[in-house]
């Protein structure tokens, strides 16, 4: 499937991100890196996973499209009691059963603390937020989700130090985008909330 395959190829590259205790708050847009996002003197390294020691990983938002799939993986790789989904809703028998399932509010920033201090959270993978038709449907809801969530992410991952990972979506782009070919430094300008607080997300991440 070209969406898991694209969503496996940006979780290794997080991946392989340094073991080193620096701190990456990432936004990605699948397609890769942009100029702008990728400073002249930027410096990489990777480690690999039989050198570093197995992260402790949360997935907020983890009943949506991606989360239960990408917590197969990475328990797969680094553990089953090391990779927690977490959400709002009941999760099925078959998500609960199969590893850490918790209860969690991104919106409520002290809960969310507590859950990374609790469970020693070293990566953090944020995919909650409203996608497009429900978030038309209640602007003020995905507004408060989609940005005040993202902000209390990226201010707990700092805190803590943790390494964080916010992918976006084709979405952030607009009706005015150039289509075939795309260049990596783009217009944007969505139509929709979701697609709005993509790009808030992706210039945060810079």
Same mark, same amino acid.
């Given at each position: #499937?070209?969406? #898991?395959?694209?969503?496996?190829?940006?979780?290794?590259?997080?991946?392989?991100?340094?073991?080193?205790?620096?701190?990456?708050?990432?936004?990605?847009?699948?397609?890769?890196?942009?100029? @702008?996002?990728?400073?002249?003197?930027?410096?990489?390294?990777?480690?690999?996973?039989?050198?570093?020691?197995?992260?402790?990983?949360?997935?907020?938002?983890?009943?949506?499209?991606?989360?239960?799939?990408?917590?197969?993986?990475?328990?797969?790789?680094?553990?089953?009691?090391?990779? /927690?989904?977490?959400?709002?809703?009941?999760?099925?028998?078959?998500?609960?059963?199969?590893?850490?399932?918790?209860?969690?509010?991104?919106?409520?920033?002290?809960?969310?603390?507590?859950?990374?201090?609790?469970?020693?959270?070293?990566?953090?993978?944020?995919?909650?937020?409203?996608?497009?038709?429900?978030?038309?449907?209640?602007?003020?809801?995905?507004?408060?989700?989609?940005?005040?969530?993202?902000?209390?992410?990226?201010?707990?991952?700092?805190?803590?130090?943790? @390494?964080?990972?916010?992918?976006?979506?084709?979405?952030?782009?607009?009706?005015?985008?150039?289509?075939?070919?795309?260049?990596?430094?783009? /217009?944007?300008?969505? @139509?929709? /909330?979701?697609?709005?607080?993509?790009?808030?997300?992706?210039? #945060?991440?810079?």
């Amino acid at each position: #499937m070209p969406v #898991m395959r694209t969503l496996t190829r940006a979780v290794k590259h997080v991946l392989q991100s340094p073991a080193c205790g620096c701190q990456a708050i990432t936004s990605i847009r699948f397609i890769g890196f942009s100029p @702008r996002q990728v400073p002249s003197d930027a410096s990489f390294h990777s480690v690999s996973f039989s050198e570093a020691d197995h992260p402790r990983v949360l997935i907020t938002g983890g009943l949506g499209q991606l989360g239960v799939g990408l917590a197969k993986l990475l328990r797969k790789r680094f553990g089953k009691n090391n990779v /927690i989904l977490s959400d709002i809703r009941k999760p099925p028998d078959n998500v609960f059963y199969s590893g850490p399932f918790i209860y969690s509010d991104i919106l409520d920033y002290k809960n969310l603390r507590e859950i990374v201090v609790n469970n020693r959270i070293t990566w953090l993978i944020h995919y909650s937020a409203l996608l497009s038709a429900v978030g038309e449907a209640n602007v003020a809801l995905a507004r408060s989700v989609n940005i005040t969530g993202l902000h209390n992410i990226l201010d707990i991952a700092a805190e803590h130090g943790l @390494r964080l990972f916010v992918p976006s979506t084709i979405g952030a782009f607009g009706p005015t985008s150039p289509r075939n070919p795309t260049p990596d430094l783009c /217009i944007q300008r969505p @139509r929709t /909330i979701y697609g709005v607080s993509k790009v808030h997300a992706e210039l #945060m991440g810079e």
